[in-house]
């Protein structure tokens, strides 16, 4: 997720943001307390690269994990980390709010660790902290939420928000047309549209759709919460009578927008989720809601990124590559999951 909204309070978190309401939507929420599977945190069985070597004292810093998404991203980095007998990981709280995040990050410098991984509040607001790292020596990886300024980061991990509205818009377009469907009503529940990260997965939807003329009749934006969710799905009703397909960006936000298709009667339509919860692909594979597709954003970049810091910790590159260093950028494809596919799929829900 590239960037982060300064209202916490108003976010809850994200990636997707767990702020439960109503003791209803409990039960479907993502659990914070699941482990990672051995799928999301795992080292090479064999090569040189998983043999112990130089020791590397990592830090972590990551939003609270009041929300599945971000639950995962720390959960994940801390069993990589233990996975390996040569790597030391040292997480950081990152409070609050950027400045907080930016105060303890800046602790952790003087501390001298050989790399840091952090998943910023906001990339733009922590880009500083980058610069300032990478200055006195200490390479960064910067995840999900990008820093603006490539020399504040050895390494940038993230996900294609982009291509998740690719994705989504592909998926509904391919199944409108199955149904001849030829002037669709389209709806659209993103995240919080002063995101960067919003801002792209929409983009992604309405260039795909355009390319088969098709467009989005009403976007409710909500929070990457349950509630807001939940809130952002009845205005979707209110003002549709009809609807032939939704994406709703967030599986976690999707928990509230379930609870409103279930309260309204509403299911002459299909919809598509995004990131990849375990409650997601499980709804996925039984085949029994609405919900038929849901293109990934995989936490498990967390335990990517806690693997190449020891990489680079080490002065060692990717074992199947050519070249001698880990690259600059990674950014992860996002893949669509359906009925077909979700058993392959499920070991890295979150």
């Given at each position: 997720m590239t960037q982060h909204s300064p209202d916490l309070s108003r976010r809850r978190m994200l990636f997707g943001g767990v702020a439960v309401g109503a003791g209803v939507l409990l039960a479907g929420c993502t659990s914070n307390e699941s482990s990672p599977t051995t799928a999301q945190t795992k080292a090479a069985a064999t090569g040189v690269n998983n043999e112990p070597g130089k020791k590397v004292v990592i830090g972590f810093s990551a939003p609270a994990d009041d929300h599945g998404w971000i639950a995962a991203i720390t959960n994940n980095a801390k069993a990589q980390a233990g996975a390996y007998s040569d790597v030391e990981l040292k997480p950081v709280a990152a409070g609050a709010d950027p400045a907080a995040q930016r105060a303890a990050l800046s602790t952790l410098v003087s501390q001298k660790p050989d790399v840091i991984v952090v998943l910023p509040h906001d990339g733009k607001e922590l880009n500083a902290f980058g610069l300032e790292a990478?200055?006195?020596?200490?390479?960064?990886?910067?995840?999900?939420?990008?820093?603006?300024?490539?020399?504040?980061?050895?390494?940038?991990?993230?996900?294609?928000?982009?291509?998740?509205?690719?994705?989504?818009?592909?998926?509904?377009?391919?199944?409108?047309?199955?149904?001849?469907?030829?002037?669709?009503?389209?709806?659209?529940?993103?995240?919080?549209?002063?995101?960067?990260?919003?801002?792209?997965?929409?983009?992604?939807?309405?260039?795909?759709?355009?390319?088969?003329?098709?467009?989005?009749?009403?976007?409710?934006?909500?929070?990457?919460?349950?509630?807001?969710?939940?809130?952002?799905?009845?205005?979707?009703?209110?003002?549709?009578?009809?609807?032939?397909?939704?994406?709703?960006?967030?599986?976690?936000?999707?928990?509230?927008?379930?609870?409103?298709?279930?309260?309204?009667?509403?299911?002459?339509?299909?919809?598509?989720?995004?990131?990849?919860?375990?409650?997601?692909?499980?709804?996925?594979?039984?085949?029994?809601?609405v919900l038929k597709a849901t293109v990934t954003y995989s936490p498990s970049m967390a335990s990517s990124a806690i693997s190449l810091a020891r990489l680079i910790g080490q002065g060692k590159g990717m074992s199947d590559l050519v070249e001698l260093q880990v690259p600059k950028e990674i950014v992860l494809a996002s893949e669509t999951i359906t009925k077909e596919n979700a058993s392959n799929y499920l070991k890295l829900g979150f």
């Open positions: 990478m200055t006195a020596g200490i390479p960064v990886i910067n995840l999900d939420r990008a820093f603006p300024d490539a020399r504040a980061y050895r390494l940038q991990i993230k996900g294609d928000n982009y291509g998740m509205g690719v994705a989504a818009a592909t998926y509904i377009i391919a199944q409108l047309k199955a149904k001849g469907v030829s002037n669709p009503v389209i709806g659209e529940i993103p995240g919080i549209d002063a995101l960067e990260l919003t801002q792209e997965r929409t983009k992604g939807f309405n260039d795909t759709l355009a390319a088969s003329g098709f467009k989005v009749a009403n976007r409710r934006p909500a929070e990457f919460t349950v509630d807001s969710g939940q809130q952002a799905a009845t205005g979707l009703f209110q003002a549709l009578p009809k609807i032939d397909a939704i994406w709703n960006h967030d599986d976690d936000q999707g928990v509230g927008v379930m609870a409103a298709i279930n309260q309204s009667g509403r299911k002459e339509f299909f919809m598509v989720g995004g990131a990849g919860s375990k409650k997601a692909m499980e709804d996925i594979q039984a085949d029994n809601t």
